[in-house]
């Protein structure tokens, strides 16, 4: 019996033994479904100019820093970035492929990488034309949407016409040049240059010259900085004396990053000079300052605050002519479905006249949602944006606040869809509505329709307005054109649409709802070339339709119908 017992005794324990290793081996491993997947390196072969430093930074993948819980959601945050930069436009094409680097007990480690095509971004355009009205005019338009494979974006329009027909040595002049974002080391820069100027039988008159510069991320000791400028002079002339006058002056910088405590500071700071006439002395200078951070936390969030402090001086008289004090606060929010949420406040203050003579409350309430992406020459996905603003005075006792008190609200949505595989529809709506005062149109009818034109808009302020804009774009065909050995593949598109607006632009205090109301209709062709992607060649005709009807019921005559017919190297929408 004993030992019967002693073997048992001896079996129980060999047994809990082997239960205990088993343990210990396997909370020392982790499961196969456990271990998670990394992207240990990014590869990028790039065929054309594009810098592939700078396409390592718009991808923004740092090797080793996202896990993902399998090779599916890997796959997929690879594919996202793929398509960020074919939304860019400027290459023929992008490719994405995974490769396995190592497989460890502790990691999957993924090589991506992206197969880089450029497209074509230089794009010359000279013109010339005759219009009975004023005469000649000659022109060349530069455009690259990618200037030097730099990302960067470079136009330069410049262009000389007859100012009357029977005038031979009259001409007016126009040179207009943009660059953006072009970095220099790891600093961006700006620059926007405008002319326009007349000569008159040799002289030079009526010039006025616009520019700007910014010279962005330029670090110093572990913080950004930034400066700025621009200016804007006109030409005053009598007789042969020609001089500059009228200026207006601005200079500023931004300085981010300062660390104070356990917080971040940034400060920002600009200078205004504006004077009238052609003397720049005893000018109008206005200081704004602004101290500001983005790195306190409220509900686990960052919460962007600020204070600032606007300070208007005229140097002639020598007094302040104005003195604002404003603060505020901002923090946003992820919420379901993708959905960004920002809300702001602020204490808006004027001192011009006396201490806190005009005292507002201002609250804004952003929410954004969605991204459109290209399918080749089609687009998808929706982009929607939703803007709440409400002001109220804090100073006025509560008639004042009644009666006083406003809000504005802009609703603007842009969808695309793909009905089969050959119809894209596309829809763009934008409405606003105001109550308190009438507010300025968030948009000019003009530009949001295709067949009308602005002057019909009897005032630019009202109350409410919406403006729909529609398209049913399918491709025609697609061709191929050889020359010099090269083959630019591209596509004919076809596109009618439908545009409605309506809006409410009775006078200050006569809300009586919407008044002027339009409707039109028409086609618009594109073509597009494949490593031309960044310019579509469109062509867009549109009529008011409530002109064709009334020519329909015999209103109006042919010639009297209201059309419009846009060339252009973008899509309306």
């Known amino acids: 019996m004993t030992s019967i017992y002693t073997y048992s005794r001896l079996k129980i324990a060999g047994f809990l033994i082997l239960i205990f290793c088993m343990a210990g081996t396997a909370a020392g491993t982790l499961s196969a479904s456990d271990i998670p997947y990394v992207i240990g390196d990014v590869t990028l072969h790039i065929e054309g100019k594009s810098s592939k430093w700078l396409l390592l930074n718009e991808l923004n993948i740092t090797p080793f820093k996202e896990q993902f819980s399998s090779e599916e959601s890997l796959r997929a945050r690879a594919e996202e970035r793929k398509q960020f930069l074919f939304n860019k436009r400027i290459f023929e094409s992008v490719d994405c492929t995974l490769e396995l680097i190592e497989s460890t007990e502790k990691q999957h480690i993924y090589r991506v990488i992206y197969d880089i095509t450029d497209g074509n971004t230089f794009l010359p355009i000279p013109f010339g034309k005759y219009d009975s009205n004023y005469g000649a005019k000659l022109g060349l338009k530069l455009f690259d949407k990618n200037l030097f494979g730099l990302l960067s974006d470079f136009t330069l329009d410049t262009s000389i016409r007859q100012l009357n027909v029977t005038a031979v040595d009259s001409f007016a002049i126009l040179s207009i040049l943009d660059l953006s974002k072009l970095p220099i080391f790891n600093q961006r820069i700006n620059l926007n240059m405008r002319l326009d100027i007349n000569t008159i039988e040799g002289n030079l008159q009526d010039g006025i010259f616009t520019g700007s510069i910014s010279w962005n991320d330029i670090s110093f000791l572990d913080q950004n900085i930034g400066v700025f400028s621009n ?3 006109k030409q005053y002339s009598a007789g042969d004396i020609s001089t500059w006058g009228d200026p207006y002056l601005n200079a500023g910088f931004t300085w981010k990053g300062i660390p104070l405590l356990d917080e971040k500071l940034d400060i920002y700071f600009n200078t205004n000079l504006q004077k009238e006439g052609i003397s720049w002395e005893k000018p109008e200078l206005t200081f704004t300052s602004r101290l500001s951070s983005n790195t306190l936390q409220a509900w686990d969030k960052n919460l962007y605050t600020y204070i600032e402090h606007i300070f208007a001086y005229d140097t002639e008289i020598r007094d302040v ?3 604002q004090f404003n603060t505020g606060a901002a923090i946003s929010f992820a919420l379901p479905e993708k959905i960004s949420y920002r809300l702001g406040g ?4 004027d001192h011009s006249d006396g201490l806190f003579d005009i005292s507002n409350i201002s609250t804004t309430h952003v929410f954004r949602h969605g991204r459109i992406n290209w399918k080749e020459n089609f687009r998808e996905g929706d982009s929607t944006s939703l803007s709440l603003s409400t002001l109220m005075p804090i100073n006025k006792g509560i008639i004042g606040l009644v009666y006083d008190f406003s809000t504005h609200s802009v609703l603007q949505s842009t969808f695309f869809t793909m009905i ?9 709506g934008i409405g606003f509505l105001t109550t308190g005062a009438p507010q300025y ?6 530009e ?7 002057r019909h808009l009897p005032n630019k302020s009202g109350y409410s307005g919406i403006s729909i804009n529609t398209n049913f774009t399918f491709k025609l065909f697609e061709f191929t054109i050889y020359m010099f050995g090269k083959s630019p593949d591209g596509e004919f598109l076809i596109s009618p649409f439908f545009d409605f607006s309506l809006f ?8 009586s709802g919407f008044d002027w109301v339009r409707y039109t209709g028409g086609l618009e062709f594109y073509l597009i070339f494949d490593r031309f992607r960044s310019y579509p060649f469109t062509t867009s005709f549109g009529i008011d339709l409530q002109d064709a009807a009334s020519f329909i019921r015999g209103d109006l005559d042919f010639d009297e119908i209201e059309f419009e017919l846009l060339l252009s ?3 309306f929408y």
Not at 420 to 426: A, E, K, T, V
Not at 441 to 446: R, S
Not at 504 to 511: A, K, L, M
């Open 321 to 323: 002519t104005a003195q």
């Open 420 to 428: 089969g595989d050959w119809l894209n529809f596309g829809f763009r």
């Open 346 to 349: 602020n204490l808006l203050t």
């Open 504 to 511: 409410d632009t009775t006078p200050v205090g006569d809300n």
């Open 569 to 571: 190297l973008n899509m």
């Open 448 to 454: 949001y329709m295709r067949g009308i034109l602005d």
């Open 231 to 233: 200016i804007t002079i």
């Open 441 to 446: 149109f968030p948009v000019v009818p003009g």
